[in-house]
């Protein structure tokens, strides 16, 4: 049967462009979908970049799989056209997980998109702005305020780490936003809930973003494209070497 998506640009390929495999670093999944509908080994696969993409879909993930993350609560679907005209889940989400409380727009990178609410009232006002954007609230890892781990994992290996931490007060680390970072050996526990990560989103390589929970890492977020420069910056080692390495084993059958 041929494929429907074999028109256009991927007739291209058909006829002696064809890539042997595509390192994908974006998040546009139609596009992703395209080249594996053609055929075309993308690493990380299109499911696996979309369930990144949505923080809210990660963390559903991970609780199915039993990895520990904060508590969270995804907040109902809505439309533009009426908004979040009831808001009683807001004040119950708040019920259950305190405040203070995060809430996070469920795609976001850098932290832009990430706050740190003390007041029902702020939370209200924060839905009113963002009319049918979707989002997500989570509880407040407090023991973790403005510090965090970033793992980049290639396989099941973690090739590089870094201990991330807010200069400036921020509740956040990233280093986007004034951050500063540290080599970091991840111990057992850290490495081996980042793997269980890989496994249940189905990546081939990312960056694992853990908190220092009361007892024990906890999964904060997981980015399937991962920034380098800074972990290379920081600890000297080059993560798309390991990437490239890794990809040509995967298509070799090594």
């Known amino acids: 049967m041929r494929c429907p998506y074999r028109t256009g640009w991927f007739r291209c390929i058909d006829h002696g462009e064809r890539p042997d495999y595509v390192i994908f670093w974006d998040k546009d999944i139609r596009l992703a979908r395209s080249l594996e509908a053609a055929g075309i080994?993308?690493?990380?696969?299109?499911?696996?970049?979309?369930?990144?993409?949505?923080?809210?879909?990660?963390?559903?993930?991970?609780?199915?799989?039993?990895?520990?993350?904060?508590?969270?609560?995804?907040?109902?679907?809505?439309?533009a056209s009426c908004g979040f005209?009831?808001?009683?889940?807001?004040?119950?989400?708040?019920?259950?997980?305190?405040?203070?409380?995060?809430?996070?727009?469920?795609?976001?990178?850098?932290?832009?998109?990430?706050?740190?609410?003390?007041?029902?009232?702020?939370?209200?006002?924060?839905?009113?702005?963002?009319?049918?954007?979707?989002?997500?609230?989570?509880?407040?890892?407090?023991?973790?305020?403005?510090?965090?781990?970033?793992?980049?994992?290639?396989?099941?290996?973690?090739?590089?780490s870094m201990y991330r931490h807010s200069a400036n007060g921020d509740f956040r680390a990233n280093?986007?936003?004034?951050?500063?970072?540290?080599?970091?050996?991840?111990?057992?526990?850290?490495?081996?809930?980042?793997?269980?990560?890989?496994?249940?989103?189905?990546?081939?390589?990312?960056?694992i973003d853990i908190l220092f929970g009361e007892d024990g890492p906890v999964v904060c977020e997981v980015n399937s494209n991962a920034h380098m420069k800074n972990i290379l910056m920081c600890t000297g080692i080059n993560v798309a070497d390991h990437i490239i390495r890794y990809v040509v084993s995967v298509i070799n059958n090594e």
């Open 41 to 79: 080994p993308v690493f990380n696969s299109s499911e696996a970049i979309e369930a990144c993409d949505d923080k809210s879909l990660t963390g559903i993930i991970l609780a199915e799989n039993g990895i520990r993350t904060p508590k969270t609560i995804v907040a109902p679907k809505t439309y």
């Open 85 to 160: 005209c009831r808001k009683e889940f807001i004040r119950d989400a708040v019920e259950i997980l305190g405040l203070p409380v995060v809430v996070k727009e469920n795609r976001g990178s850098f932290g832009f998109q990430v706050h740190l609410f003390d007041k029902v009232e702020d939370i209200e006002a924060f839905a009113d702005r963002i009319g049918d954007t979707p989002f997500l609230l989570q509880e407040f890892i407090e023991c973790s305020q403005g510090r965090d781990i970033r793992i980049n994992m290639v396989g099941r290996t973690a090739v590089a």
């Open 175 to 207: 280093v986007t936003n004034g951050g500063l970072m540290e080599y970091h050996q991840p111990n057992n526990r850290e490495v081996d809930i980042a793997v269980k990560c890989m496994d249940a989103l189905g990546l081939d390589f990312a960056g």
